[in-house]
């Protein structure tokens, strides 16, 4: 079957860096996203990978090893507003969208 | 404002009953997607559509059916609610940009809260 996996929930203190990961078992990879999504809101997109190596956005980068099955969304200078749900989504071969649970991402002062 | 607008915010519905969730994009995209997010579980996609006029069964489709009549609108409908339908639905949109048209990005709706007593 397919799978996603992501640690539950993370706490973290504001200024500092956090890494949340992501593993994967899919049928085929065409590529993968992150997602955050605030508490009672819509998910919004934050990267995508498709190739091996590290993408930085400002204070986020996504790591992805298409080999290892792994891909990480690293979070510098954490603010509060980044409190949230991180969630990780595998496109198969099918082109269709596999999704983890998603990572809740506790920020404290 | 563009975007993808849900309809109802919320609802509570009595099991038995018939319901239909809205979505209208004014994006034009030609893809379209409905999920349903409940705790612990990634979102599960129940139907899709490619284009207008076209639609597919998804991980979770039974209990639900969809329409594509044009571009902008994807109604999601429950024909008899059960109380196992009680969660989160998102209605998403792509313009298939992705590795081999596959959906790139993805915008999501508020989504629309249904409880089914």
């Known amino acids: 079957g397919q799978n996603i996996d992501q640690p539950t929930e993370m706490t973290a203190t504001e200024g500092a860096i956090v890494q949340i990961n992501c593993t994967y078992q899919t049928s085929g990879f065409n590529g993968l996203f992150w997602y955050q999504q605030h508490a009672g809101e819509a998910p919004t997109f934050l990267s995508y990978n498709v190739l091996d190596g590290l993408e930085e956005k400002g204070r986020f980068s996504s790591f992805l090893s298409r080999s290892k099955g792994y891909s990480y969304l690293l979070l510098k200078e954490l603010q509060m507003k980044d409190s949230a749900s991180y969630l990780c989504a595998v496109m198969d071969s099918n082109y269709q969208l596999i999704w983890g649970a998603g990572t809740k991402l506790i920020i404290k002062p | ?117």
Not at chain 2, 11 to 32: F, K, P, S
Not at chain 2, 92 to 110: K, Q
């Open chain 2, 1 to 117: 404002i563009a975007g993808i607008t849900q309809a109802p915010t919320s609802q509570i519905l009595a099991a038995g009953r018939r319901m239909t969730l809205r979505c209208t994009q004014d994006m034009r995209h030609n893809a379209m997607y409905w999920y349903r997010q409940d705790l612990g579980l990634g979102l599960r996609l129940i139907h899709y559509s490619n284009t207008a006029g076209t639609t597919g069964k998804g991980e979770v489709p039974d209990g639900y059916s969809v329409s594509r009549a044009n571009t902008d609108d994807f109604p999601l409908t429950l024909a008899s609610a059960v109380p196992s339908q009680t969660s989160v639905y998102f209605c998403a949109s792509s313009d298939g940009s992705g590795t081999g048209g596959g959906p790139g990005e993805l915008f999501f709706g508020e989504g629309s809260r249904l409880t089914v007593l």
